[in-house]
């Protein structure tokens, strides 16, 4: 806190204060190990309690190992199974956490919740933990790969709102985030290449280096589900470059953020797709539309243009450039330029790991470009939209 | 921003930053007035937007002019009109702000919320202003007593949940608090004696001063709804009370608040007669009975206690000793526990303008007390409850 919390003139009052923010991303091999204290770290042990959120597909695999975890270190713990994935990221998965928290008294700020599953849970029980007296802390556990590179790493939650995605959320900075590798062996392929798409979009736009990596070794990482090989130095390079991007502009203070990169146009392809499009399917699909409207601006190289869809093809992605839709992707760019108070900052590639800002997108280009894109990816023309 | 944001060893991040935080309270007199600056400074002005939500009451008796005052000013004002009141501080008037808000789009950053209201008003308006897009700004105009002197004053927001008061909220600075007192004029008595009640806590437990001024002059400044005499003294040395005793622990970083004074068994009593007990009577009979516990413990002199009561008398509080039931005041202490992280910390004060805090509070001593401030308020014994 700042010496000076209060100064007072007549009239007028002024309060200032600094808040410190502080958490840890830790690489935790075997999380639910009895002997491995990392769970427990950052809250009180033996005698305490902590309500746990997991996702019903991870519960289902280790469930009865996460129990035997907590009743091994005699901490009393209520676990909450919940279903993962896009359609369950809203207000009654919210109020269910909310209301099963209230039925489990625990400490205010030394028994933090536990939240283990993919981004949509812990984005979910992030946003609660925030919200319920005012913010209990918790501890996120990445199982997807998406978690684990993405939606883990930063401090942001969130819900669905009124069809919108994330409208609703808070900044609420983890106590820790514990990584093990392990939980992602028993992914589906098609989670994995969701996370993948995040993974490329930061190579693309901040990390040539990371580019390189998985042009050269990001199919074997995927094909051993991030077990074997490069696995682990992918997964590093992608963690600490996004943590790189995040830690200094953690509140947004800054709202031309690089991370943004294929999150301008797939907010509303998310939302409009929510049954069959993951969100890393609808980033990629964002990624490769920038990428093209930065070739179309002389911005990118084609032979980077090039690259990107290359890459995108080695690994097995396989976007569908037809879901695509010009009259939506500007509806889309339209609310984030509200969230972006005013600006697009749409950002562009200018090579492969160095990124711009465009703030005069407009309407045709979009058009162009998702032609040509098409035309690139599928030999045809774009099908005309209603 | 700290200087290192990211700290990186093997296996390890550590994410560190400092976040500014800073609000003013100004006194403006006559805030609808279209000459006057203040509600919308602290964002754009002409041609921009603002979301207002309004109290209807106030919205009855001041609509006309707030809809010309941003008229005048060329701003596009959506104007909400929503009950006060404890029974609506619920999820529902929540979402009914995040939906009105969601179909007026704003900018993120420099169109600030703007809530006018009692304390239920803008602890509503300020929860759903930090959850829609994580955090849009917010300004807070009290119309009420309880509003000016506390609910204004401080960063948290919050809504009743699961039958349990302020269960959900947040942390949430407001860029600024507009103070005018002209507003409290058209009071209803009642609602000028509910603030009044946060007065005196304030007194009785941080500022001796402010008592003695209660004791002269309360009374008249109170017949007067704060407009004459002292009631400009008064309320300032409230909100600077209130002030000086929150911003040193913003966050509640220290969970042993003087300002809880009134705020522990006060909670269940307050769901538990939701429908006709307001927040001030109901933390007035925590007043009581804190203060004589802290008589029967010897911490507080009974002359003291008798100032107390003769005060509340004096003010014409009316205060209802027979509302207080020690087995409900008993369970309200529980969750406090949990809220205060295994500790009763119950504020007692120890002399007028003098706090301690209590660990080992036991029920006998409770029913005790209520017994005893029932036996003097009334000259009748408690009638056993159920």
Chains 1, 2 share one sequence.
Not at 124 to 138: D, N
Not at 371 to 378: G, K, P, Q, W, Y
Request: aromatic fraction near 6%.
């Amino acid at each position: 806190m700042s010496a000076l919390p209060l100064a007072h003139a007549p009239g007028q009052w002024r309060v200032a204060a600094t808040r410190r923010i502080e958490y840890e991303l830790r690489k935790a091999d075997d999380v639910f190990d009895p002997q491995n204290d990392a769970l427990l770290a950052g809250g009180r042990s033996r005698g305490s309690r902590r309500f746990v959120v997991i996702d019903d597909q991870v519960h289902r695999l280790h469930g009865a190992r996460v129990a035997a975890y907590f009743q091994s270190r005699g901490v009393q713990a209520r676990i909450l199974a919940l279903p993962g994935g896009e359609e369950h990221k809203d207000e009654a998965a919210w109020r269910r956490v909310l209301q099963a928290l209230d039925a489990f008294p625990i400490h205010r700020r030394d028994e933090p919740v536990i939240a283990i599953g993919g981004g949509v849970l812990t984005d979910v029980v992030g946003f609660a933990a925030s919200c319920y007296r005012r913010g209990l802390p918790h501890i996120k556990v990445p199982t997807t790969l998406m978690g684990y590179v993405d939606a883990a790493v930063g401090i942001k939650t969130g819900i669905n709102f009124n069809g919108h995605k994330n409208r609703l959320g808070s900044f609420e900075p983890p106590r820790r985030v514990l990584l093990d590798r392990r939980l992602l062996a028993t992914l589906a392929p098609r989670h994995l290449r969701n996370g993948v798409c995040e993974i490329v979009k930061l190579a693309v736009i901040c990390d040539a280096g990371l580019f390189d990596l998985l042009e050269r070794s990001g199919a074997d990482a995927l094909a051993s589900a991030f077990q074997a090989g490069a696995s682990a130095a992918i997964l590093d390079r992608a963690v600490g470059g996004m943590l790189r991007e995040l830690a200094p502009n953690l509140y947004e203070d800054d709202l031309a953020r690089a991370v943004d990169f294929g999150h301008t146009f797939s907010y509303g392809l998310e939302m409009r797709h929510a049954a069959t499009l993951l969100h890393g399917e609808a980033v990629l699909l964002d990624v490769l539309a920038s990428t093209v409207i930065a070739e179309r601006r002389g911005l990118l190289a084609e032979a980077d243009g090039e690259r990107v869809l290359a890459l995108v093809a080695r690994l097995g992605l396989q976007p569908e450039p037809r879901l695509l839709e010009p009259a939506h992707m500007w509806q889309a760019l339209l609310d984030r330029i509200e969230h972006r108070n005013g600006h697009q900052h749409v950002p562009l590639p200018t090579a492969i790991g160095a990124c711009a800002f465009a703030d005069d997108v407009v309407f045709p280009e979009i058009e162009a470009a998702v032609a040509a894109l098409t035309e690139r990816m599928t030999g045809h023309e774009p099908i005309a939209q209603c």
